[in-house]
């Protein structure tokens, strides 16, 4: 199961840093939820994988030998309430950023950095209104 | 106060703080959530000293949360380093709080900005006590989604957009080391770092065990910004308010040295020649690509970001050597380098606020108007570039210093040279900002005047940088044999992880 696993970790990895490099912000978005699927997958694999047997302690006995790990269950659970909040602040700045800016085409995102002869020409109107 | 409580507080305090000044802020006085800022902030300062003198006396401190014993808990701990930390953490903290009663307006303030300045600190604080990898991460997350609320509230385009460069690189950086996390506790089946320590020398994986290293090295990289993972850090800073990039410029990158540093003596320690030799290959040149970045700039707060890059190269250059003088450098200059970072955004901002810009080709004319301000501006600036009798010179000669010793000339010359062009950046700066007159006339300069209560907010917290950093320089002794102490404890440490292990071998 685990070589199995690995490769389908992999394979989200590989299509979560396509849409992350894309130039389209709603791609960028669907990127990094994909990416934390994929992590989320790789630690749950890292752990013990057993099926049907739950880490309850059966009486003096304690955990049984195979039982699941839950360690590594509780991780992602941790992971996963902060990766939904992550998601919940990216979407709205996404949201924002379409409804300001008016595109979502990342290349076309000059405000933070513009270029030159813009910089010059907001300038320039800046000083007129004051 | 027992040593369970100087652990606990430094985190507490900021978060209670922080509970507080949101309900201050929605009660509706305006200046109520400023003050919180400030007082909590203030007593961080005092309860972090008692820590850091706790650990001097004492050796390292550590406490179970909840009682669990490590390694199933968590568990806080501070040696000299993470102690050291926390001050500087509470320091900033507050130079950059009172700075900030006159520089955030009214309409950040009533976002919440107080509230999530002292979520940020609580973040930042957390990574430095913490003993547990996973909890690293958590913190790692609070300090990203404090930072990134921080960066772009407000909302004005500039922002919105650096917001998002900067959100895209850093998520991808948590992603990878919770990555590495999963990966390190597949094999090893613990992440208490102590616990770490000992057990990875059982494992018999050089070859995975080496994999993981590298994917920490990936993502602290990108938190700490270095050669060629930096691109996030001039796209982003120089968007927020200025109190903003003071104190992301004085700590988060920091954050990300401090957990290599923290890796990259207790944990990964295995394969010294591959690790640590590609960390002196990108503590290279992430020194040379900050400071020709910061060359080509012509803008205060991005020539003063590039720097951020180019001297956290000397940072990971002390921890690349990897010997007791090395460690020693690389400690001083963490310390040094927070104080005199924060400072410079301090000056920058107030000059903008006198000038008119942060462009230099809009501005002069400070030397002839503020002389005062020149003298402030000239004391952080001369540290960063090293000139003697400033700290910054001190932590240049003991790196260099500590690079002869292993003949590591090639890092020694280009810690000289990048050194020099640092003097060449400033120069720019005063040449451009204080020396020349304004373009616009003398009468542009403090155009808009500045009430008593903001001058003082705005110069006291800047004034005593400064006074910090002249300290360092006169006195370094003190500051040296504390570095020296945690160098020390960073090579051996058996203490620390006896402390946090408690019974067990």
């Keep these: 199961m685990e070589p199995w696993l690995a490769i389908l970790t992999g394979l989200l990895t590989a299509c979560a840093l396509y849409l992350v490099m894309c130039r389209n912000l709603v791609r960028i978005v669907l990127g990094t939820v994909l990416l934390a699927h994929a992590i989320n997958l790789a630690v749950l694999t890292s752990g013990r994988l057993t099926r049907a047997i739950p880490p309850i302690a059966q009486g003096e006995g304690g955990v049984p030998e195979t039982a699941a790990n839950a360690l590594p269950q509780a991780l992602i659970l941790t992971a996963i309430v902060i990766s939904f909040g992550l998601l919940m602040s990216v979407l709205v700045l996404a949201v924002r950023l379409r409804r300001v800016l008016g595109t979502v085409d990342t290349d076309r995102f000059r405000a933070a950095e513009p270029p030159p002869d813009v910089a010059a020409a907001e300038d320039e109107h800046r000083r007129h209104e004051a | ?505």
């Design chain 2, 1 to 505: 106060m027992s040593a369970a409580w100087l652990l606990f507080l430094p985190i507490a305090l900021p978060f209670a703080g922080a509970v507080l000044a949101f309900i201050a802020g929605r009660a509706g006085d305006r200046r109520a959530p400023q003050w919180v800022n400030v007082g909590t902030t203030a007593l961080m300062t005092l309860v972090s000293l008692l820590l850091l003198s706790a650990v001097w006396r004492d050796g390292p401190q550590a406490i179970q949360m909840g009682g669990w014993a490590a390694p199933f808990g968590i568990t806080l701990v501070a040696d000299i380093l993470g102690a050291v930390m926390v001050v500087i953490t509470a320091l900033s903290g507050l130079a950059v709080a009172v700075y900030a009663m006159a520089d955030i307006d009214e309409g950040r303030a009533k976002l919440g900005w107080h509230a999530l300045y002292l979520v940020l600190l609580a973040g930042v604080t957390g990574a430095f006590l913490t003993g547990d990898l996973f909890n690293l991460y958590v913190w790692f997350e609070v300090m990203l989604i404090a930072s990134f609320c921080l960066l772009v509230l407000g909302g004005d385009k500039a922002q919105l957009d650096g917001g998002l460069r900067y959100v895209a690189l850093n998520l991808v950086a948590t992603v990878m080391f919770l990555m590495a996390i999963g990966l390190l506790y597949g094999l090893t089946g613990t992440l208490n770092m102590a616990d770490l320590h000992v057990t990875l020398k059982t494992v018999d994986a050089p070859g995975l065990v080496t994999t993981i290293a590298v994917l920490f090295l990936g993502a602290f990289g990108i938190k700490s910004a270095v050669f060629p993972l930096f691109f996030w850090l001039p796209a982003s800073y120089h968007v927020p308010p200025v109190a903003v990039s003071a104190i992301f410029a004085a700590l988060l990158t920091k954050v990300g040295v401090y957990a290599l540093i923290r890796l990259f003596t207790l944990v990964f320690t295995a394969d010294v020649d591959y690790t640590h030799g590609i960390l002196l290959v990108i503590a290279g040149a992430t020194m040379v690509t900050g400071v020709l970045g910061a060359a080509a700039q012509n803008q205060v707060r991005k020539i003063l970001s590039f720097h951020i890059i180019s001297q956290i190269g000397y940072m990971v250059m002390g921890l690349a050597l990897y010997t007791p003088l090395a460690l020693l450098g690389a400690v001083f200059y963490l310390v040094h380098h927070i104080i005199v970072k924060a400072n410079l955004f301090l000056v920058g901002g107030v000059a903008k606020r006198i000038t008119g810009s942060f462009e230099l080709d809009r501005i002069g004319g400070l030397y002839k108007a503020k002389p005062w301000l020149a003298v402030l501006f000239l004391i952080p600036a001369l540290s960063l570039a090293g000139i003697p009798p400033l700290s910054g010179f001190w932590a240049k000669l003991v790196l260099i210093e500590a690079s002869l010793e292993v003949e590591a000339w090639v890092i020694a010359g280009v810690a000289l040279v990048v050194g020099l062009l640092t003097v060449f950046s400033m120069s720019k700066i005063w040449l451009e900002a204080f020396w020349k007159p304004h373009p616009d006339g003398d009468a542009a300069v403090g155009a808009v005047a500045l009430t008593r209560g903001e001058t003082v907010a705005l110069v006291a917290p800047i004034v005593l940088l400064a006074s910090i950093t002249v300290i360092i320089g006169l006195a370094p002794q003190p500051f040296l044999d504390l570095a020296a102490r945690s160098a020390q404890e960073l090579l051996a440490p058996e203490a620390y992880v006896r402390v946090v292990l408690g019974g067990l071998p």
